[in-house]
C-alpha cells in the first residue's frame, strides 16, 4: 500500500486477535498511542478497489452487451453481480495492484465456520424471505448460468469462486468506496466502543482516513461505525454473521404489535429459529447453525 499508492500510517497498525463472544476474531490493533483528532492510517483512492478500477472491468460492458443481445439484461442488471464476477477473476491474476491483499481476505473455508452465507441448510432450512444470501445466490447463479458461464470466454471462473467474492464484496464493502485495503479489516462495536472515525482528506491524493475519535493507548482495537446500529439485529446477522446487544439495534422491521419476538411475530425469523424440537447444532459440524442457535438465545425471547 505504501509503494503502490502512498498510503500513510502503516507503522500505526498492526494484525491482532481480539477476544469477543463465542471466540477471537481478527482485528487492526494499534502499534502506539494516538491523541484524538490524530489520523491513524489513509488509504488514497488509488488503492480502493473499486469496480471501474479493476483491471478486466472492460468484462462489464462485455457482459452487459451479452446480457442485452441475449435478451437477459433483467439478470444481469445488478452492477454488484457483475462486480462479484470480476473480482473472483482479478483474485487469479498476480500482476493486479491488490493480488499481494487478496491471500489476507477471508478464505471460503473461513466463511464456511461462521457466515449465514453458506449456511448448512440440511440442519436450519429458514423460509426464503428470512434467508437474504439465498435470494443474493438465485440472482448471482441466474447471471452466472444464463449469461457469464457459456457466453464469456478466457476460463471463466466457477460459481463458487463469484459467490465467494460475492459475500467478500458484501460484507466488507464502504458504501460508495466499495473495498478499501487494510481499513477493511477494522472491526465494529457499541456505539460507545466506537474510536475512530472515517474521514476524508481534503490532499490532493482524495485519501480516505481513520481518525482517532478520542486518545488511544498502544494495543487497542480499532473499532469503527459500520452503521450496524441502524439496523434490527437480525439484519445485522444476516449481513455480517454476528450481531451487537439487542440494545445496540434498531428497533427490527418484522415487530408485530402482538408478539414479543424481537425478530417478529409468528411469521418472524425467530419464530423459525425456535422451531419445537429444534436442539442446539453441533457447533464443529454445523458451526453456521449453531451461530443462529446462539443468535436466538439472546434476541429471541421464548
Known amino acids: 500500500l505504501v509503494r503502490a499508492c502512498g498510503a500513510e500510517g502503516m507503522q500505526n497498525v498492526r494484525f491482532d486477535r481480539f477476544k469477543k463472544a463465542g471466540g477471537y476474531v481478527r482485528g487492526l490493533g494499534l502499534t502506539r498511542d494516538m491523541a484524538s483528532g490524530e489520523d491513524v492510517i489513509c488509504v488514497p483512492h488509488r488503492c480502493w478497489l473499486q469496480e471501474h478500477k479493476v483491471k478486466v472491468s472492460e468484462r462489464i460492458a462485455e457482459v452487459g452487451k451479452l446480457a442485452h443481445d441475449l435478451g437477459l439484461s433483467s439478470l444481469c442488471g445488478q452492477s454488484e453481480l457483475l462486480l462479484a ?34 449456511l448448512e441448510e440440511e440442519v436450519l432450512e429458514l423460509p426464503e424471505k428470512w434467508d437474504s444470501w439465498r435470494d443474493w445466490g438465485s440472482a448471482l447463479s441466474a447471471c452466472y448460468e444464463a449469461v457469464y458461464a457459456n457466453h464469456v470466454g478466457e476460463s471463466p471462473v466457477s460459481f463458487a469462486e463469484a459467490y465467494h467474492a ?33 474521514v476524508f482528506s481534503d490532499t490532493s491524493q482524495g485519501s480516505v482516513c481513520y481518525q482517532a475519535s478520542r486518545d488511544l493507548a498502544a ?34 422491521d418484522y415487530v408485530e404489535e402482538d408478539s414479543s419476538h424481537v425478530a417478529g411475530g409468528t411469521d418472524g425469523p425467530c419464530a423459525h429459529l425456535w422451531p419445537k424440537g429444534f436442539a442446539e447444532p453441533d457447533a464443529n459440524k454445523s458451526p453456521v447453525a449453531h451461530g443462529y442457535w446462539r443468535f ?7
Open 219 to 252: 494495543g487497542e482495537e480499532i473499532l469503527v461505525d459500520y452503521g450496524i446500529n441502524e439496523h434490527d439485529a437480525f439484519t445485522a446477522f444476516q449481513l455480517y454473521g454476528f450481531a451487537l446487544r439487542p440494545e445496540d439495534h434498531a428497533q427490527d
Open 85 to 118: 464476477l470480476l473480482l473472483a477473476e482479478e483474485r487469479r491474476n498476480v500482476s493486479s495492484l491488490w493480488a499481494p491483499f487478496f491471500p489476507m481476505l477471508p478464505s471460503e473455508a473461513e466463511y464456511r465456520a461462521f457466515h449465514p452465507a453458506y
Open 296 to 302: 436466538a438465545q439472546e434476541h429471541c425471547p421464548a
Open 166 to 198: 460475492m459475500v467478500t464484496l458484501y460484507t466488507r464493502r464502504f458504501e460508495t468506496l466499495d473495498i478499501v485495503p487494510l481499513m477493511d479489516f477494522a472491526n465494529t462495536g457499541s456505539s460507545d466502543e466506537i474510536n475512530v472515525a472515517l
